[in-house]
């Protein structure tokens, strides 16, 4: 079955850059969009971007672009999302999601979510 | 960027009662809706895409309609399980520009 994996939680202080990766398994991953989502504590869910895995084509939501890269590793099935200069509103979790079949761009399957924490 | 707005903020119902969410875009988005359930401490699930589609595995209790710019989420009648935090996603741009509502807690009465 599809199984997204993500790496460990991060604390990383103001002005830094955090990697969180997202291991891909159980489908071909060069089939399926890969989106990222964060949520800050107790509150709602934002869209952080998305690329294709074959192409290698990205997007991101407009408060995040200049500052996030998405990229992905095909060999490994794992796509990462490195976002940069953090402050502490960036504290949130972050989830990665695969489309939910081929050519659909919105999320099926999730990630667990990799908490990043931003604090001198 | 599309706004999607969702009503009510929350919404207070019993057990076997019928609950409608609402979605309203900025503009015209088709048909390209999805909803999600988000649990406490737990990632997202897809309930529906393209507006009516439910996904995979997802009870005939949950329904989606709309097109346009208003969406709506119906749960017939509500199981204990489907009290959680109710998403609209609209993803109907290209190159993909995505936006989430703001949610719908939907709370036991």
């Known amino acids: 079955q599809v199984q997204l994996v993500q790496s460990g939680a991060e604390v990383k202080k103001p002005g830094a850059s955090v990697k969180v990766s997202c291991k891909a398994s159980?489908?071909?991953?060069?089939?399926?969009?890969i989106n990222w989502v964060r949520q800050t504590s107790g509150q709602g869910l934002e869209w952080v971007g998305w690329?294709?895995?074959?192409?290698?084509?990205?997007a991101s939501a407009q408060k995040f672009q200049g500052r996030v890269t998405l990229t992905a590793d095909t060999s490994i099935s794992t796509a990462y999302m490195d976002l940069s200069s953090l402050t502490s509103d960036d504290s949130a979790v972050y989830f990665c999601?695969?489309?939910?079949?081929?050519?659909?761009?919105?999320?099926?399957?999730w990630g667990q979510g990799t908490p990043v924490t931003v604090s001198s | 960027e599309t706004v999607m707005t969702q009503s009510p903020a929350t919404l207070s119902l019993s057990p076997g009662e019928r609950a409608t969410l609402s979605c309203r875009a900025s503009?015209?988005?088709?048909?390209?809706v999805a909803w999600y359930q988000q649990i406490p401490g737990q990632a997202p699930r897809l309930l529906i895409y393209?507006?009516?589609i439910r996904a995979s595995g997802i009870p005939a209790r949950f329904s989606g309609s709309g097109s346009g710019t208003d969406f709506t989420l119906s749960i017939s009648s509500l199981q204990s399980e489907d009290f959680a935090v109710y998403y609209c996603?609209?993803?109907?741009?290209?190159?993909?520009?995505?936006?989430f509502g703001q949610g719908t807690k939907l709370e036991i009465k």
């Open positions: 690329m294709n895995p074959e192409s290698g084509n990205t």
């Open positions: 503009q015209s988005v088709g048909s390209s």
């Open positions: 996603f609209q993803y109907n741009n290209w190159p993909p520009s995505h936006t």
């Open positions: 159980g489908y071909s991953f060069i089939d399926y969009d």
């Open positions: 999601a695969s489309g939910a079949s081929r050519a659909a761009s919105y999320p099926g399957h």
């Open positions: 393209g507006a009516s």
